[in-house]
C-alpha cells in the first residue's frame, strides 16, 4: 500500500478523510450529478501521480453579509464550536484545514471575510486567487439573500472567469422549520441556479450539514486541483534530467544530430 504524504505535518484526523465522493445537498442546484469520483483522478490517485496537489493550499472564500453566521460556520467546521455572542470579524481571518482525499493529502485555507461595510475594502483585497467562494446568507433574514448576488459579483471580479467553485450556504437551519424552511429554500434554490452554484442549509448552531457541505466542497476542489495538475504536466515541454522517462518505439526521428555518424565512444 502506498504510504499517506504528510507535507504539512501530522497525519489528518479521521473525520477528514474522504474516501468517497460527498453527495449534493440537492439535485436542483448541485455543481455536479457524478456520484463517483472523476476517472483520471481515481487513476491518479491510486498510480501516486498527483504531483504537487499535496503541497498545495486551495484557496476558500467565504462572503455575505454581516450577522449571516460565516464565522460561526467556519469554527463550528473547524474547531467544532459554536458562540452566541456576535463579534464581528475585523478585515479578514483564515483557518487551515487538512485532509485525505483518495488517500492523497489536500489542504483548504479557508478566508472568513468581514459582512460589515466599513471593512469591506480590507476584505476585498484577499478575495484573489479563490479556487472556491461560498456566499453565505440568513434563511431567517431575505435581504440578506437578496444581497447574495452582489457579494458573489464583487468576489467574481477579483477571479479568473471559471476559475472559482461557487456555493450558496444558507445558514441558520435550526431556526427554521415545515414550510417556511421549505419557501427559504426554494427561493434560495432559484437564486443559486441563477448564479450557477451549488446550494446548501446549514446550521452551525447544531451543526447540521457542516461536515458534509466542507467534504464537498473539499472534494470538488481536490478534484479540479488533480485534474489541471495532470493537463498541466501532459502538456509541459519535456525536461531534461527532469526524471521523465520516454520509451522509444521504432527509428528515432531526424533531428540535425542524427545526421552525425553514431560513435559509441562519442559523448
Ligand atoms: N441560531 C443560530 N445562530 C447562529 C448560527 N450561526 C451563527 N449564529 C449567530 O449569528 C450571529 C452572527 O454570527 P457570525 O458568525 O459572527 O456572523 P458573521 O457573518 O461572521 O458576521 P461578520 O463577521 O460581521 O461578517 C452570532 O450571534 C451567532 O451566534 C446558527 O447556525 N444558528
Known sequence: MRPSLTPLGPSVSRDRVITS??????????????????????AACQRGNTGTVGLRLSKVVVVGDLYVGKTCLIHRFCKNVF?????ATIGVDFEIERFEVAGTPFSLQIWDTAGQEKFKCIASAYYRGAQVIITAFDLTDVQTLEHARQWLEDAL??????????????????LLSGAACEQAEAEAV???????????????????NVKAFFSRVAALAFERSVLQDLERRSSAPLQVGGGDLIRMEGRPPKTPDSRRPSSPSCC
Do not use: I
Request: charged share 25%.
Open 21 to 42: 465522493f460527498p453527495k449534493w445537498y440537492t439535485p436542483a442546484a448541485c455543481l455536479q450529478l457524478r456520484e463517483h469520483f472523476h476517472g483520471q483522478v481515481s
Open 83 to 87: 458562540n452566541h455572542d456576535y463579534k
Open 157 to 174: 471580479r477579483e477571479n479568473e472567469p471559471g476559475a472559482c467553485f461557487l456555493f450558496l450556504v444558507g445558514t441558520k437551519k435550526d
Open 190 to 208: 432559484r437564486l443559486a441556479n441563477e448564479m450557477q452554484a451549488e446550494y446548501w442549509s446549514v446550521s452551525a448552531k447544531t451543526g447540521e
